[in-house]
């Protein structure tokens, strides 16, 4: 294999289409790639393979136990970190199979590049062994998609996938090599020396006027409030810290999206909490009641804006994001600014100088938000006998907040309860399946994240139906060692169908109860890892010191109470002030109302 050294500059020698994939990757500085080999690409782990002989583990590959798990692994670790994750896998059902993480990370707009093999170029269209039209099937879901047709083109298409899948608003691109394209020579180019014909070049510097409208209307606002997103945590850790300053400038409140958690510190006293479905009492009304609202990096998702019609009803609103596709998609709004969250809000900052503004008088306005917050929105009915989930997750926080934890979640009541007890001052550690919600995420994507940060604390929450749908991936971290920490939530239901059905469908339970669940401590035993289990709070705080303590995988099964419903929640269909919290009187009849012309 023709090869160079690491740190040694490109340059165009022959390599088979095989070894060009390795080069490139190797040149974009891709350290960890998530994959699953099959026939269709075996050239390309044949190339894998020498380059390790010579090399050693330049590029690290991580043997998954199904190509979902590879993506979701992928996702962990871009979001973790902000590097682009790399998947490979082979035609037919490893494409299909991918197919999920990719829509999961198109939705949620995180930065990964999946290399599928495909049947050699003379067998496409005629139903050869493990063909599908992996381009046709994931058009729609990818931000974009590539065929080769020829080796030459495959330095260019590599290098431009990286640049489309990390720049503007990140999301999947897939590359579709068949197998006589990885056989065939080319010549390789470099990064630099590739010419790149896509033209995609995204706006990221915000219109200055918009900016300076945009600062006035919030140095004239009496009830202001920042709505941050998942956008603030892409644009990077300076995103983050400019929302900070601005807050503090300005003394406007803060709240998230699910995706944005840890953008905005929850220790900070602008802090409100998480806006939406199952978001904090006092953020929702302060949504609902605000003049001017800030929308930074999110995209007026129906999980925050319930009622279209009934959303911010008095409130003039702007809308900062990198795709100029999201502004007025789902809210018309006043101003909208295109551009990259920390580069807007970086000018946000400087025209609040500029025009030298003071930070209004809000006294009124967080009177009322701490009226809201005295409501208590997430408070339960404690319980000395049974471990209530709530306290199962402020336990688990309390017990590692010291320490460098990264949270992962698996989709269900176990990821609202995480959301809103679980608590970030940072961002890039929480990483949840947001647009999608995707059963199965959190595990694999522990795995990501626990290779991204290998002595970190990377903990998944989960619930026991959703962790099933990918537990085979506790092989990939026991062979890995990777000491990923699995908390299960048990309550032995398809917790938020289940609540759904008691609350909006006469309680019946189609299908929702798990009748045949394992014995999660006898599948650790037998995964090699290790296996606990809590089910009465007093034990509760030392089996959770004796899991994050483990130098080993572990998966913990707790115990908790089985018909908990997940509070406050806006029923569908209803404004952000019409919240039911869990003391509410008749929330059976409540919702019943509304929601049998709306489910």
């Known amino acids: 294999m023709t090869t160079q050294t690491k740190d040694a500059p490109a340059t165009a020698r022959t390599m088979t289409g095989a070894e060009i994939v390795i080069q490139a990757l190797i040149d974009q500085k891709v350290e960890v790639i998530f994959g699953y080999p099959g026939g269709a690409v075996l050239p390309i782990y044949d190339a894998l393979y020498q380059d390790t002989d010579k090399h050693g583990d330049r590029l690290r590959h991580i043997l998954v136990r199904h190509e979902q798990g590879a993506t979701h692994a992928a996702e962990g670790y871009a979001r973790s970190t902000g590097k682009p994750g790399v998947v490979l896998v082979t035609s037919g059902p490893g494409a299909t199979n991918a197919i999920t993480g990719i829509v999961d990370a198109l939705m949620d707009s995180i930065p990964l ?42 330095p260019r298409i590599i290098h431009e996938a990286f640049h489309i899948a990390t720049s503007g608003r990140p999301g999947p691109v897939l590359i579709d090599i068949p197998k006589d394209i990885q056989f065939a020579t080319a010549e390789y180019q470099g990064p630099t020396e590739v010419t790149q014909i896509h033209g995609y070049a995204p706006r990221t510097k915000g219109d200055a006027g918009k900016i300076a409208d945009a600062v006035k209307m919030i140095a004239e606002a009496k009830q202001p409030l920042f709505y941050s997103g998942g956008g603030v945590i892409n644009s990077g850790p300076k995103a983050a810290e400019a929302l900070r300053e601005l807050a503090k400038m300005t003394g406007v409140p803060v709240t998230s999206t699910l995706m944005g958690l840890g953008a905005f510190p929850a220790s900070n006293p602008n802090w409100l909490g998480m806006v939406g479905m ?79 503004y003071e930070a209004a008088d809000l006294r009124g306005w967080w009177k009322k938000i701490y009226e809201w917050r005295a409501k208590k929105g997430f408070s339960y009915k404690p319980s000395d006998t049974v471990i209530k989930p709530q ?70 929450i989960a619930g026991e139906a959703s962790v099933q749908m990918t537990m085979q991936e506790m092989s990939t971290a026991v062979q890995f060692n990777l000491p ?30 798990s009748d045949s669940l394992p014995d999660f401590v006898k599948m650790a035993e037998a995964f090699g890892c290790v296996g606990i289990r809590a089910e009465t709070p007093d034990e509760l705080d030392e089996k959770i010191l004796q ?38 009187v008749d929330i059976g009849n409540a919702i019943d109302a509304a929601g049998k012309k709306l489910v």
Not at 116 to 131: C, K, M, N, R, Y
């Open 113 to 154: 590049v999946v290399f599928t093999g495909q049947v050699p170029t003379h067998l496409i269209g005629s139903d050869a062994f493990q063909e599908a039209d992996t381009i046709g099937i994931t058009r729609s879901c990818t931000k974009h998609n590539y065929l080769v047709k020829n080796a030459a083109d495959l």
């Open 391 to 460: 306290h199962a997750i402020q336990r688990l926080y309390e017990l590692t907040k010291d320490r460098d934890v990264y949270i992962t979640t698996e989709v269900g009541q176990h990821q609202m309860w995480a959301a809103q007890h679980f608590h970030f001052d940072k961002p890039n550690h929480w990483m949840t399946s947001g647009g999608l919600g995707t059963m199965g995420y959190g595990l694999p994507a522990a795995v990501g994240v626990q290779l991204a940060h290998p002595k970190a604390l990377v903990i998944d």
């Open 484 to 513: 990923i920490k699995i908390f299960i939530l048990n309550n032995e239901w398809m917790g938020m169908v289940r609540q759904w059905q008691e609350l909006l469908h006469g309680e019946r339970y189609s299908h929702s109860y």
């Open 278 to 356: 199952h978001g904090a009492y006092e953020s929702n009304h302060a949504m609902h009641d605000c003049d001017v609202m800030v929308c930074i990096g999110a995209r007026f998702d129906d999980r925050v804006t319930g009622k279209l019609t009934a959303f911010a009803p008095n409130s003039k609103k702007i809308h900062i994001d990198i795709d100029p596709s999201s502004i007025n998609k789902n809210v018309r709004v006043d101003v909208g600014i295109v551009g990259d969250c920390g580069s807007v809000l970086t000018d946000m900052i400087a025209a609040w100088k500029a025009a030298r």
């Open 547 to 584: 899991m994050i303590n483990s130098d080993r995988p572990v998966i913990f099964d707790c115990k908790v109470e089985k018909a908990e419903n997940c509070f406050p929640m806006i029923p569908s269909g209803k404004a952000h002030n019409e919240m039911l919290l869990a003391d509410s």
